[in-house]
């Protein structure tokens, strides 16, 4: 929010009421702040996701890292989308920027602070968890992939359940038409059955940088390239169907 059109009411020591505009957000809550916010964002969601994976229990299968996934988007959304819009996630932010959503000068900033928070929070992983299970678990890097044959499904996934994701993002968020307030919970839904539906297909990164975090911290890339390709090409499908067809007149660039 560039602008803030709302005004403070406030009273006089006499009792009497007055009121004042809102001075305009400074340098800081206007570039600085959101960059801080994405990077403490997305450090903890990365924390709490690889952790759930680490400490799993193997009788819960993909349920337990799925709601920890689900619920800890959810929860971060809803308490710093009106600092930064609440992204995490660098296809997100492609998306955004290119549905209206966020200024040129704002994505590269926010692209690095969410790899950083990624680093940050696969670091935080590692502290916290035993020697044995982080190993056992190769840090909760993505290590399903191991044959070429697995590579078709994996993408097709991988770019399916992203797109799916970042639609509700942009139709819940971005696009004025369909906005909603429940788009913390809606996104973390999204998440949830993402992770059950194709969690033994591709792992369901669906964010390159919940993937570079675990990577860097084990020096684990092998089918690395497809947690990046995926949901980059994803988030395109989706900002595609919303300007073309889906969003609202301000939004769409065709029929209008």
């Known amino acids: 929010k560039l602008v803030c059109k ?23 809550e206007r570039l600085l702040q959101p960059c801080v ?17 680490i ?7 993909r349920l337990q890292p799925a709601l920890v996934h689900g619920f800890a988007v959810a929860v971060m959304v809803a308490c710093m989308a009106e600092i930064s819009g609440s992204h995490f996630n660098p296809p997100f932010t492609l998306a955004i920027f290119l549905c209206g ?10 692209l ?26 190769t840090g909760a890097a993505f290590t399903i ?15 399916a359940m992203t797109a799916l994701v970042t639609l509700v ?28 539906a194709g969690g033994d297909v591709s792992g369901t990164c669906l964010n390159p940088a919940r993937a570079f975090g675990p990577a860097v911290m084990t020096n684990y890339w092998t089918y690395h390239w497809v947690y990046w390709v995926g949901p980059f090409v994803g988030s395109l499908v ?18 209008k």
């Not at 400490?55 to 299968?61: A, F, H, L, Q, R």
């Open 6 to 28: 709302s005004r403070k009411r406030s009273f006089s020591s006499a009792g009497t009421e007055s009121s004042k505009p809102v001075k305009p957000p400074g340098r800081f």
């Open 112 to 137: 690095i602070s969410q790899l950083i928070g990624g680093v940050l929070g696969a670091a935080m992983s590692k502290a916290m968890t035993s020697k044995m299970k982080y190993t056992n678990a």
């Open 169 to 196: 993002v942009l139709l819940g968020a971005v696009n004025n038409k369909s906005k909603s307030p429940l788009v913390p919970f809606m996104v973390g839904c999204s998440v949830i059955i993402n992770i059950l």
């Open 238 to 255: 989706a900002a595609a169907l919303v300007r073309l067809l889906l969003g609202d007149n301000k939004t769409r660039i065709i029929m």
């Open 101 to 110: 959503g966020l200024q040129l000068g704002m994505v590269a900033p926010y």
């Open 145 to 159: 992939l191991t044959s070429d044959e697995q590579l078709a499904g994996a993408l097709f996934a991988e770019v």
């Open 37 to 53: 916010a994405e990077l403490v964002g997305t450090t903890f969601f990365v924390f709490i996701g690889c952790v759930s994976v």
């Open 55 to 61: 400490e799993n229990v193997e009788t819960t299968g």
